[in-house]
């Protein structure tokens, strides 16, 4: 069993749908540590909320996530996130945000580590310290991107690339490889990964998921018979792509087993814990029908 330290908010979503709203729990350690842990691993969440977010933690419990690294800090409001889903995608607005993630609480014993920031929570100096204590460090830089504005409304910026340099594998969405200037996924893959000289997972829904490292570039189509849900697909997607990896190496396996997570995910409503076989079964299948190239 691998041992995946998941750093980023726990937060609460409130999701506005055209029939009413949901309230549940959301970030990076919600959505890619119960993709990691449906998948027979450990995710350790690494986290900060306040007393009003207590709950939270028995919800990740549920998820199989491991919360015995999230601290609870007296005067502080846990992370909160307002996300109203529209045709052109979502808007959203930080009302509450939690203090920052120390240096100190990157110490734990993991085989690896998945950095997902929603809020600016991490710094690059944690990805350094990242990349100098575990054998394999993704990143999501969505929270290192975003922008809040006077209303606290969620806004992207460009940033540089550079000091992620040394991680394994760089995951990008639409919403933000657009944001650095790249059009598609492909090109935000291939070019970002002969930048840094890693695995890069860019997807969007109507390109796929594309994938490119190792001097390979790959490209999936997620098909799922019914979506209900897609919030927190992305971190999903990274979770999986990352266990994939850490198990075989392979990157078309872990591409598939990415593919069939996020599937699985987009069924549900919530943050709810997959079935293992199922989802590698569908992998195994969805094998067959990943895209390969070359740089």
Avoid at 80 to 108: H, K, T, Y
């Amino acid at each position: 069993m691998l041992r995946i330290g998941v750093v980023g908010y726990v937060v609460v979503d409130e999701v506005v749908w055209p029939g009413g709203v949901r309230v549940s729990p959301g970030g990076v350690p919600t959505y890619a540590g119960l993709a990691i842990s449906s998948l027979g691993h450990r995710a350790l969440a690494v986290s900060n909320i306040g007393p009003d977010g207590l709950w939270l933690l028995d919800r990740l419990r549920e998820l199989g996530v491991d919360t015995s690294h999230v601290r609870v800090l007296e005067g502080h409001a846990t992370t909160r996130f307002r996300i109203e889903r529209i045709d052109s995608g979502r808007r959203m607005w930080v009302p509450a945000r939690c203090a920052e993630i120390s240096m100190e609480q990157m110490e734990l014993e993991a085989d690896a580590v998945y950095l997902g920031p929603v809020a600016g929570e991490i710094r690059p100096e944690h990805v350094a310290a990242a990349v100098k204590r575990f054998r394999k460090v993704a990143l999501d830089p969505q929270g290192m991107m975003r922008v809040l504005g006077p209303d606290n409304s969620v806004s992207l910026r460009p940033i540089s690339l550079e000091p992620f340099t040394g991680i394994g594998v760089l995951r990008f969405s639409e919403e933000e490889y657009k944001a650095l200037g790249y059009t598609t996924p492909r090109e935000a893959a291939v070019k970002t990964s002969q930048t840094l000289g890693c695995d890069v997972v860019a997807s969007s829904p109507s390109h796929g998921i594309w994938v490119c490292g190792g001097g390979v570039v790959l490209r999936g189509l997620v098909r799922a018979d019914r979506i209900v849900d897609t919030v927190g697909a992305g971190d999903v997607v990274g979770g999986a792509y990352l266990v994939g990896l850490l198990e075989t190496g392979d990157r078309a396996y872990a591409l598939a087993l990415a593919m069939a997570a996020v599937a699985h995910r987009m069924r549900l409503h919530g943050p709810a814990r997959l079935e293992n076989s199922a989802v590698r079964e569908d992998a195994e299948r969805m094998l067959e029908d990943i895209e390969r190239g070359t740089l």
